[in-house]
């Protein structure tokens, strides 16, 4: 409230940036959550009846605390599936621990950088210029209809084992990453072997597992390796 003007003022919070650190995600409440998340599907930020363009490109990047249970919420299925890949970070070899410690209170060089525009040019151009065959689509599908239904490939065992599998809108998320992995590897064209190798990350954070699947000791990770391994590549 602005005693001068006697009217609320918009005080605008780290959401308004272009890449937004969520740091131990699963310690936001449930209330804080929803707000993320349209502002992750939306690209957008409601505050009372006044809604606000968010920036373009607009990246989240969140942690989760995997050792502690207390104070932490489990994330929504909706919010997990607006992030594009979950990623497992290891601890780091001995020599680049050491070297973390070299460079502790380094100087950080923000020089060079790039503008906003041409990010998104960039981005643009790799989907106008990164083609797919339609048997590398029915694969992605194929892999994708796999956790939800692995029955259909033959895998019976996996019926029981998977709660939740993959929604058809992650099928997205699955060909931007291969796109992506295609443009790095120097190709204009995206290959099964794109698909297969960014697919674990896209696929890890979409699937639930059943109760009976954590007391055998079946993580997701195995669940996806059975997938790739039944599905036949194009």
Same mark, same amino acid.
């Given at each position: 409230y602005?005693?001068?003007?006697?009217?609320?003022?918009?005080?605008?919070g780290p959401v308004f940036t272009n890449v937004l650190l969520a740091d131990e995600?699963?310690?936001?409440?449930?209330?804080?959550?929803? +707000?993320?998340?349209?502002?992750?599907?939306?690209?957008?930020?409601?505050?009372?009846?006044?809604?606000?363009?968010?920036?373009?490109?607009?990246?989240?990047?969140?942690?989760?605390?995997?050792?502690e249970q207390e104070g932490v919420y489990t994330l929504p299925e909706a919010q997990l599936d607006r992030f594009s890949m979950m990623l497992r970070v290891e601890y780091p070899g001995m020599e680049e621990e050491i070297e973390m410690l070299h460079h502790r209170f380094e100087k950080l060089d923000l020089d060079k950088r790039i503008t906003t525009g041409q990010v998104t040019g960039i981005r643009q151009m790799i989907y106008e210029n990164t083609h797919i065959d339609d048997k590398v689509m029915e694969y992605i599908v194929?892999?994708?209809?796999?956790?939800?239904?692995?029955?259909?490939?033959?895998?019976?065992?996996?019926?029981e084992m998977v709660l939740l599998g993959m929604s058809p809108r992650s099928y997205q998320h699955v060909l931007a990453l291969s796109?992506?992995?295609?443009?790095?590897?120097?190709?204009?064209?995206?290959?099964? +072997?794109?698909?297969k190798e960014i697919f674990p990350d896209a696929a890890r954070h979409r699937i639930s597992r059943t109760v009976r699947a954590e007391v055998e000791g079946l993580n997701t990770d195995d669940i996806i390796n059975m997938i790739l391994e039944t599905v036949p590549i194009p």
């Open positions: 602005n005693a001068d003007t006697t009217s609320f003022d918009i005080d605008k995600i699963n310690r936001t409440t449930a209330k804080t959550q929803s +707000a993320l998340l349209e502002a992750m599907q939306e690209r957008q930020v409601t505050v009372a009846d006044t809604t606000f363009e968010l920036s373009d490109p607009f990246w989240v990047l969140a942690t989760q605390n995997p050792v194929a892999l994708g209809r796999g956790t939800r239904a692995p029955q259909e490939l033959g895998l019976n065992e996996l019926k796109r992506v992995n295609a443009f790095l590897n120097g190709r204009d064209f995206i290959l099964p +072997a794109d698909v």
